[in-house]
């Protein structure tokens, strides 16, 4: 087991152990809270999950967390699914955003960069002025609390002042990246009903520019609900009939008005796929996100007002909403819309070095083309302010963490973070005063009580078992979109273990503490952290005439990478040429994205099922891992048998 490393990479000192914002904060909670004061972090962390209630005030007051009315107690009820926070209390999410503008209001809240990678700084004051301006004309609009706002938008502040506006006026907020197709925005915007679409009129993406203006006139005409349509010209545009111009809306001087409501009313809607249906509208409210993304952001990634915080994100995944967050401590946060490797491969480096960012987050997968392209950050760049790097979307392999520590800086803090959309956090990651070991995440995260199980429900240490949460979390769901009874919600996460988050990753607590996460243990397509479901694949490849039926699988690599083949069955007489495959690309990366776009696409003589006629993902997964047979496989429960040599053959080949 990875506990073989005992030598750490990385180790804080005493002076940045001492001025970690999570070594004051446990010093307050002792005196105020009975938290211990001795035995730093793994002390901190079991009195957290051992005391949830009493860790949760102490967030909440070390934080000045500002309710308009106050809570009855921290916790009601404690069951999940259905855990209830700070019952009673009222407060608003973007006030708290917006705080920092009371006191800092000529420094930059945002520093927008694109393709040209020149930095252009919003202030807190004028960003503050914008959201008063367009929550009043939100208001104006119609728009109520707990309706929805759409933004079919790139990383630019336009999207966050979208956002801001959305949250202080109690409606509940939702995105889609511009490079999704129109089918995948419907899919996901349809279930809520919006009452309000942000629009770009298209973006720029490795140096050319993608007109999206009939994907947006498709959108509103598919989506009824829309009172009004927001047009914001990055293209430089007109605006289309019947849209309103964004500067119309945003140019009065306009104190914001926050509309205090409930701690569980929702404040967004995020998006993450199954394996069947269409994706999960996962809501979670105002109060769940502000505290956790509190304890989050200040206390793990040790944020305040003098860090620039820079994450490689779009607005189609949580990352982005975690990143608006970083607001809320004060911090600068860096918006880069772009290409992650344009005008090369050191792009982000770039970004990284001209915002002067001092945490800097991107994809594992990023870090290993990197090493792979032979890009020297250090030798190449000034990243003198840049003290942690972090990742996520998929584990950092032991090569990633070696690359960083000797091509960034040796005394470079490496915060390799898991955590999902579902709960829109970190299960564990960063932690400012311990120790970075190879190929590991340093610890769980505070009030997160996270656990390895045996397929009995027996907690494991030292042995890979499936990740599960045994407590409550504020960041939890509050529930699905469209999901009257509960049973979505209850299916996805509480269906294996009663009562206790099973998450579908496969994930290792070592002796000492620490996290090692191997991938999912379902078969949801996990591409750079976005999780897609198969369904929407299969409903795109299979419209095609010439294919019968497909399956799709994401194999995770020994060396960190991630290979998702497409395995298709063609009907008699069709070919696999270069027109068909040609066909499949074009077909998935229109209607869905080109992110579901597979690396290899593969004839196969037949598509195994279950006896019940679902195709076995996992199964297929576990053999092109180079599981045995008897191992993948229970025979009794599958129709063909004979089709799975081959996956077992094309593993052989691979390895």
Not at 256 to 264: C, G, S, T
């Amino acid at each position: 087991m990875s506990t073989v490393n005992t030598q750490p990479l990385w180790q804080p000192d005493p002076e940045r152990i001492a001025q970690a914002q999570v070594t004051r904060f446990q010093t307050w909670a002792a005196e105020h809270h009975g938290a211990p004061s001795e035995g730093g972090y793994p002390a901190l962390h079991r009195w957290s999950v051992d005391h949830l209630d009493m860790f949760w005030k102490a967030v909440v007051e070390w934080f000045d967390v500002r309710f308009s009315t106050p809570y009855a107690r921290v916790l009601g009820d404690r069951s999940m699914p259905g855990a209830q926070w700070f019952p009673g209390a009222t407060l608003n999410y973007a006030e708290h955003a917006l705080r920092a503008a009371e006191t800092r209001g000529d420094e930059p809240a945002l520093l927008h960069v694109d393709e040209t990678h020149e930095p252009r700084p919003v202030t807190w004051a004028e960003l503050r002025r914008q959201v008063g301006s367009l929550a009043a004309e939100l208001r104006a609009l119609g728009v109520r609390p707990g309706d929805r706002v759409s933004g079919y938008l790139p990383n630019i502040p336009q999207a966050v002042v979208a956002l801001l506006a959305t949250a202080a006026v109690g409606g509940v907020w939702t995105s889609c990246a511009p490079d999704f197709g129109a089918r995948s925005v419907l899919d996901r915007f349809q279930q809520v009903e919006p009452v309000v679409l942000f629009t770009v009129d298209g973006y720029r993406y490795g140096g050319k520019e993608h007109d999206r203006r009939e994907i947006v006139a498709e959108l509103r005409r598919e989506l009824p609900t829309l009172r009004a349509v927001v047009h914001i010209p990055l293209l430089g545009t007109e605006a289309p009939e019947g849209a309103v111009e964004w500067a119309d809306l945003t140019s009065a001087d306009a104190t914001p008005v926050f509309e205090q409501v409930p701690f569980d009313h929702p404040l967004w809607v995020l998006y993450s796929s199954g394996t069947t249906g269409l994706p999960k509208a996962i809501v979670q409210s105002q109060g769940g996100i502000l505290i956790e993304h509190l304890k989050q952001l200040g206390l793990h990634c040790d944020l305040g007002p003098e860090d620039r915080f820079f994450w490689y994100t779009s607005t189609g995944w949580m990352m982005w909403n975690f990143l608006v967050s970083g607001l809320l401590t004060g911090t600068t946060i860096v918006l880069y819309d772009g290409s992650p490797g344009y005008p090369d491969t050191g792009a982000q480096w770039r970004i990284a070095e001209r915002t002067e960012a001092t945490l800097y987050g991107t994809s594992a997968a990023y870090v290993m083309a990197c090493r792979k392209a032979g890009v020297h950050p250090a030798r190449d760049f000034d990243l003198s302010t840049v003290q942690c790097v972090a990742t996520t979307g998929s584990p950092l392999p032991p090569d990633g963490f070696r690359w960083l520590h000797d091509e960034v800086r040796d005394d470079l803090w490496i915060a390799s973070v898991s955590g999902g959309t579902d709960v829109c956090s970190c299960f564990a990651g960063a932690v400012p005063t311990l120790p970075v070991h190879i190929g590991e995440l340093q610890a769980p995260g505070l009030g997160t009580d996270l656990q390895s199980w045996d397929p009995s429900g027996k907690p494991l240490i030292d042995e890979v078992g499936e990740l599960v949460v045994t407590n409550p979390m504020p960041s939890m769901p509050i529930y699905f979109w469209n999901d009257p009874d509960g049973s979505r919600y209850h299916d996805s996460y509480f269906d294996t273990y009663p009562g206790v988050w099973r998450h579908g990753d496969w994930i290792t607590l070592t002796s000492r503490g620490s996290v090692v996460i191997h991938g999912r243990s379902d078969s949801t397509l996990n591409r750079q952290g976005v999780r897609m479901g198969s369904a929407d694949i299969y409903e795109a490849v299979e419209r095609l005439p010439e294919i019968r039926e497909s399956l799709v699988v994401g194999v995770e690599q020994p060396d960190g990478g991630y290979w998702m083949p497409l395995f298709v069955h063609l009907v008699p007489g069709a070919v696999l040429d270069e027109a068909l495959l040609d066909k499949v690309k074009h077909t998935i990366r229109e209607q869905l994205s080109p992110r579901h776009v597979p690396d290899e696409i593969i004839e196969v003589p037949g598509i195994p099922h279950t006896l019940t006629g679902k195709r076995i993902e996992v199964p297929v997964k576990r053999l092109l891992q180079g599981t045995p047979m008897e191992k993948a496989v229970n025979p009794g429960s599958i129709d063909n048998l004979d089709l799975l040599p081959f996956y077992e053959d094309l593993a052989r080949k691979r390895a």
